[in-house]
């Protein structure tokens, strides 16, 4: 059973849409990260939230848009996105980003781009 | 650049085979390292991590991972594999200059035949 939801579990939209994917961890850690998690390729981490501020942002494209309101739920806002942005995206936290702490995953969202 | 390499994508073994799987990471200095696993349409979770200590890890499900420094390797072992390990595996290293990021490989899926 894990401590981190995602929903939606899946996503279909069309390169005009906005859409927003929800994270919310029950296991009272202080940081949270989203993840891409394409087939054959690693895991691509894509930013990473300590005590609600952005502590990394990998370079990913201005159409992902991020927010994290408070340490519990974490978004990732969807704009004008590609298709070649279909993938399972994945939310984790861990206790602290910075120490050895384990990161607990999400079930993923599986997002199409049409 | 600091990598991990998984080196079989892909491995179907028969029930009771014994199971191997490849991690060679690139970085010379003090690592952290992790196998997550994900069974079929569910989360990454946790097998097992080294931090420090024994180079031998012993992990959840009968799994065990061996630390090589010399040769930059963490491969996951388990004796006798289970029609219920099918599942796609995963290495990652954080070492001190990955700052929050778990480096991952691009997986082994890993398929069991009854």
């Known amino acids: 059973e894990t401590g981190v939801t995602q929903t939606p579990r899946h996503l279909v939209m069309g390169m005009t849409n906005k859409k927003s994917l929800k994270c919310e961890q029950h296991?009272?850690?202080?940081?949270m990260y989203w993840y891409k998690q394409s087939a054959k390729k690693p895991l691509e981490l894509m930013f990473v939230?300590?005590?609600?501020?952005?502590?990394e942002n990998n370079s990913v494209p201005s159409r992902f848009s991020p927010e994290c309101p408070n340490s519990s739920h974490l978004f990732l806002h969807l704009h004008t996105l590609q298709p070649e942005d279909s993938a399972l995206y994945l939310c984790?936290?861990?206790?602290?980003?910075?120490?050895?702490?384990?990161?607990?995953f999400g079930p993923g969202t599986r997002l199409t781009v049409l | 650049a600091q990598s991990v390499s998984q080196h079989n994508h892909h491995v179907i073994l028969s029930e009771a085979a014994s199971l191997e799987l490849g991690c060679n990471y690139s970085?010379?200095?003090?690592?952290?390292l992790f196998w997550y696993v994900q069974y079929p349409g569910q989360h990454l979770q946790l097998l097992l991590k080294?931090?420090?200590?024994d180079p031998l890890v012993k992990g959840i499900k009968g799994f065990e991972a061996e630390f090589i420094k010399s040769k930059f390797s963490f491969n996951l072992r388990k004796p006798s594999v289970q029609w219920s390990d099918t599942a796609e595996y995963f290495c990652?290293?954080?070492?001190?200059?990955?700052?929050?990021?778990?480096?991952w490989g691009a997986g082994t899926k890993l398929i069991i035949k009854p």
């Open positions: 984790a936290s861990s206790q602290d980003p910075t120490s050895t702490d384990t990161q607990y």
């Open positions: 296991l009272g850690h202080n940081a």
């Open positions: 939230y300590s005590l609600e501020e952005r502590v």
């Open positions: 970085y010379g200095g003090t690592v952290n």
């Open positions: 080294y931090f420090s200590g």
């Open positions: 990652a290293v954080r070492t001190e200059d990955s700052n929050y990021q778990l480096i």
